[in-house]
């Protein structure tokens, strides 16, 4: 990114930018090893002592001071016992029976019953598949677990979001107070919300439920504020010229007119809480994200590898019955309403009635409540997932060794060495000469700001083998992402082929992409950042591809009618008039990568994410690992320099 | 009395920018004020009446702020200066609530863009606006099936607008606006958006329902045949400002500057104008036993009587004898 947005036009900052480097590989030369700031694991500073302390205090006073009792504990035991009530009725056993109120059978029905209310008959029957599926995964009662944390901080989220939403589009004052917030929310990497999180509300359901809301409601609001900003001010001009008053209009003419918009809005929602809800497993949510965690934890492909499945599956469910709802919602005016309303309340009748009588089967008798355990495939979905990650770990392994050497001797040791290897006041002089030379003296004074940040916070030399990680892995997002990009840009047909599988990477969970990267290299940094890429690589090449898409058509066939070969053209036309698409796509691509790459400390990519996760399960690292969290929005901030973007919402993958 | 307007309009001032009072009363051009102060005065010092049961056409080029105007007797959009004299009271000292009554009861508007709502059906937009006054719903239905007979659309209560052509989109939006039995109506080129054949049909729709029920009507077009034809009284704006207001025959027989001259050269002006605007003195040695014409006659009509007699034509109304119109006149008129 930085290379990137170096104006062509400048010759001479290219050089300037050239002798930096050279100083600096100069400069690593002579003085390796001096001054890195290393810092054991297990290691402190007295700022992380101090953090434990204060911590330490917090926990003694939770129960005395007035702020946690009458403000913290509420929510947390009001978030708790709502994650807890829900999983009552479908995940945990209850009310002093052996089950849950609604068994395996009644949730089934009922999924059903609400996916072809609010969608249609095609959704529910691929809801009834996706739910029987959890059971014969052997995971019904995670996958409950997971829903129920899911739709609880979902409800929580729209509850929030949808009001807050409607009023970020009635007043220009307000939206432009929240938009920068809303930014800051979806930059952040969701691993980091975690640690604070738990200082305030423990570890536990209240904690996840909160994570999850930080990251599901900046969609639910924007969609909502754009739905409603969006809605035709001609309409709007006839109903108060009739006399309406705001809340009127607001209540027969924007609502309305925005509810398709809102629906796509729950959508994104709801995908974004899934993903949260499976990473805040991290603090101990229940669910599928923690049996996934464990088996990364304990290299257990196979386990890893059902779990996650589990989750895709819930992904492709959720998503699936809230974009044919937003399309329920379009058609249903035109058709739906020219049948009779008679015939709709009978049908959903008969939907409810049927979900109600399984329902109280599944509430009597255990071969309903209980999903029955010689349907259970689990075991073998596990021993084949093992059995291929083996074979080929074994007979790819001279490809995937090939790759794993050049990417890691040709690319990441390099950076590493350079980064991590130097006298901390060299990388320092470098970074913020180089930002100086690219933005100026703004990002000069961000980049000086940051990186002394990190140097107080303990953890210089981690954030930088963390932060070659990331450059590395943003590299390889952006040649896939062009390279990609450009295909899909130029060919109608690779767009058709292409778009779909996109738009399914990008609603999967953060913690499914590395289950079958772990399984292909094995625990290493270099799984870290594969899972990397293949997590950014969605957003950066749809973006790269509209960015081409975007180069008018006059100009393509004005350089083609002068004889320009289709390499002149990609080279000399499309990608120069797209650079804000690429811009774009390697500012976000690197958000994306942060994420992951911390993230990618459970599976042995060490430095930032490790201390992270480290501060979840050690007492005396806890201060330590909240540093940690800090040191990683740092360096989102200082690699964002500052100029934050808003995250282009994630397009309607249907 | 029969002639107390139902809306005057005085000294009328909209202007859009920073700090709009600085620009009300400034004599300069809209290009110059909008260097100097950044404001655009759309609409400049305008003063007009409307009397009841009239038809009164307001028309200029895009951008002569028509629209702007007509927002400001409404209060879509708030005037920066002037009186706005509804029935006597004045528009702009009304407090939201009266506002809201006088939209809800007593003003009422058509839209260039129907501005229909998409999710409701015919005969829910045509009720649309007694429903946000309170009425219940048997009433407004009955009220909304009335109107929608009114404008032909009886058979589509059930439609969606989407699911309806122009034409008749607009005639949803003329029905929403009639269910109220508002005592002004106000069209801001109502019949841009449609195409020649049914905007036609659609003049000769108002024309009939201002036989019928007989609204005053202030009505914004760009087209100057629209104005001929439906308007008792014309307005032409330009860059804000008033620039001739009359009837549509002292608008084409006595264009008051070059603008208006430009705008009205292209009408057949025996279309429009009257035997009033070619008439002369009898001669002292005419015959005056030719047949006898009103001065309000369109000459067009008049040609063949006039053509066809071999004596001068006499111009009389209520008896008294006004002038004389020849073949001569009649045939100068026509090749000009
Ligand atoms: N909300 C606004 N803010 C600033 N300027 C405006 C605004 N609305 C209108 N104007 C300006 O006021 C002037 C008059 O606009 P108006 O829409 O009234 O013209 P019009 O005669 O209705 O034109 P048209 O035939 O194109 O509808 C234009 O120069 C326009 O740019
Ligand atoms: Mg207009």
């Known amino acids: 990114m930085i290379t990137l947005s170096v104006p062509a036009r400048l010759p001479a900052r290219r050089y300037l930018a050239g002798a930096i480097v050279a100083a600096w590989v100069l400069g690593h030369a002579l003085l390796a090893g001096r001054d890195t700031l290393a810092l054991g694991g297990a290691e402190l500073t007295p700022l992380h002592e101090g953090v434990n302390e204060a911590w330490d205090t917090v926990d003694d006073n939770r129960n005395s001071n007035p702020f946690f009792l009458y403000f913290v504990n509420y929510i947390r035991l009001i978030l708790d016992e709502s994650v807890k009530f829900v999983q009552a009725l479908i995940s945990q056993p209850s009310f002093g029976r052996p089950v849950p109120v609604l068994g395996w059978l009644g949730v089934v029905a009922l999924a059903a019953a609400v996916t072809y209310i609010f969608g249609n008959i095609r959704v529910a029957l691929l809801t009834v598949a996706g739910f029987v599926s959890f059971g014969l995964l052997g995971l019904w009662a995670e996958s409950m677990d997971t829903l129920a944390l899911t739709l609880t901080a979902v409800a929580y989220s729209l509850a929030v979001g949808i009001p807050l939403g409607v009023w970020a589009g009635l007043s220009g004052r307000f939206n432009r107070f929240v938009t920068p917030v809303l930014d800051f929310m979806q930059t952040m990497p969701t691993f980091v919300y975690l640690a604070p999180l738990t200082l305030f509300f423990l570890i536990g ?17 924007r969609i909502t504020a754009h739905a409603i900003r969006e809605v035709s001010p001609v309409t709007l001009e006839a109903s108060s010229s009739l006399g309406a ?7 027969h003419v924007r609502l309305p007119l925005a509810r398709r918009t809102i629906v796509v809005g729950v959508n994104q929602t709801i995908m974004a809480a899934l993903s949260m809800a499976t990473i805040a497993a991290l603090i101990d949510a229940p669910g599928l994200g923690k049996t996934v965690l464990k088996a990364l934890q304990t290299l257990d492909i196979g386990a890893a590898f059902n779990a996650g499945l589990a989750i895709v599956i819930m992904a492709v469910v959720l998503d699936r019955a809230t974009t044919a709802a937003s399309h329920r919602v379009e058609t249903q005016r035109r058709t739906g309403r020219l049948r009779s309303v008679f015939f709709r309340r009978v049908e959903v009748a008969v939907a409810l009635g049927i979900a109600a009588v399984l329902g109280y089967l599944s509430y009597t008798y255990v071969w309903a409540a209980e999903f029955p355990a010689g349907a259970n495939i689990g075991s073998y979905v596990r021993r084949a997932a093992d059995a291929a990650s083996v074979w080929v770990q074994d007979s790819l392994s001279g490809f995937t060794d090939a790759l794993k050497n050049v990417i890691t001797y040709g690319l990441l040791n390099p950076f590493e060495s350079l980064l991590a290897g130097s006298p901390w006041w060299l990388v320092f002089a470098v970074g913020v000469g180089m930002a100086a030379l690219v933005g100026g003296t703004r990002a000069a004074i961000i980049a000086a700001a940051g990186l002394a940040a990190l140097i107080g916070l303990g953890l210089w030399q981690d954030s930088m083998v963390t932060l070659a990680a990331t450059l590395v892995a943003t590299i390889l997002v952006m040649a896939l992402g062009v390279a990609t990009g450009v295909w899909i840009g130029r060919s109608d047909r690779a ?16 913690f499914v992409y590395l289950v079958p990267i772990l399984g292909l290299f094995g625990p ?34 004005a350089a083609r009618s002068a004889g320009s070969s289709s390499w002149q053209l990609i080279t000399k036309v499309q990608l120069p008039m797209a650079r804000g698409a690429v811009a774009l796509a390697a500012n976000q691509g690197l958000i994306y990568v942060l994420s992951m790459v911390v993230v990618g400390g459970l599976v042995g990519a060490g430095a930032l994410g490790y201390d992270v996760v480290a501060g979840f399960s050690q007492h005396q690292l806890r201060g330590k690992g909240l540093a940690a ?21 994630r397009t309607d993958s249907g | 009395m029969k002639d107390q307007p139902v809306l005057d309009v005085r000294g009328l001032w909209k202007v859009f920018g920073p700090k709009p009072e600085r620009a009300v009363g400034s004599t300069l051009s809209r290009q110059e004020l909008k260097e100097r102060t950044g404001c655009v005065a759309a609409v400049r010092d305008v003063s007009f009446t409307v009397r009841p049961g009239e038809v009164f056409v307001v028309m200029g080029l895009s951008g002569s702020g028509k629209s702007t105007l007509v927002r400001c007797l409404t209060r879509l959009v708030e005037p920066t200066a002037g009186e706005i004299l509804f029935d006597g009271a004045d528009i702009r000292q009304a407090d939201e609530r009266r506002l809201r009554e006088l939209r809800r009861h007593r003003l009422a508007m058509v839209f260039q863009h129907f501005g229909l709502l998409p999710h409701r059906c015919v005969l829910d937009n045509v009720a649309y606006g007694l429903e946000i006054r309170g009425s219940a719903r048997p009433e407004r239905y009955k009220r909304a099936r009335e109107v929608l ?42 019949f841009s958006a449609l195409d020649p054949l049914i905007r036609r049909e659609m003049q000769n729709e108002i024309i009939r329902l201002h036989h019928e029920v007989g609204k005053t009507m202030v009505f914004i077009t760009h087209d100057l045949s629209e104005a001929l034809k439906l308007g008792d009284r014309i307005l032409i704006m330009r ?26 050269s292209d009408v057949p002006r025996s279309h429009v104008l009257t035997l009033r605007w070619i008439m002369r003195e009898a001669l002292p040695d005419e015959p005056l036993d030719g047949p006898e014409l009103a001065p309000d006659l369109v000459i067009r009509e008049a040609v063949h009587t006039v053509l066809s007699a071999d004596r001068p034509v006499r111009v009389v109304r209520e008896g008294e004898l006004l002038g004389v119109v020849t073949s001569a006149e009649i045939l100068e008129m026509i090749a000009r």
């Open chain 1, 205 to 221: 359901p209240a904690s996840a439920t909160i994570a999850t809301m930080i990251y599901a409601i900046p969609p639910a609001i």
């Open chain 1, 245 to 251: 008053t705001s809340a009127q209009s607001l209540r």
């Open chain 1, 495 to 510: 767009d058709a082929v292409l778009r779909p599988v996109l738009d399914a990477g990008q609603t999967m969970p953060a």
């Open chain 1, 524 to 557: 290493t940094r270099f799984t870290a950042i594969i899972a990397a890429v293949v997590f950014a690589a969605p957003v950066a090449i749809k973006l790269v591809a509209e960015g081409i898409r975007g180069v008018p058509p006059a100009t393509v066939e």
């Open chain 1, 629 to 649: 969290g800090l040191a990683i929005v740092v360096l989102g901030i200082v690699l964002d320099r500052a100029r934050v973007r808003p995250r282009p919402e």
């Open chain 2, 149 to 190: 007979e009114l404008v032909g659309l009886t058979g589509f209560e059930n439609s969606y607008p989407d699911q309806l052509s122009g034409g008749m989109q607009q005639r949803v939006g003329l029905a929403r606006a009639l269910a109220v039995d508002p005592d002004l109506l106000l069209f801001d080129e109502p």
């Open chain 2, 239 to 264: 860059d804000g400002a008033l620039v001739q207001m009359g009837t549509p025959d002292e608008v084409v027989g006595a264009p008051a500057d070059d603008y208006v001259r430009d705008f009205v």
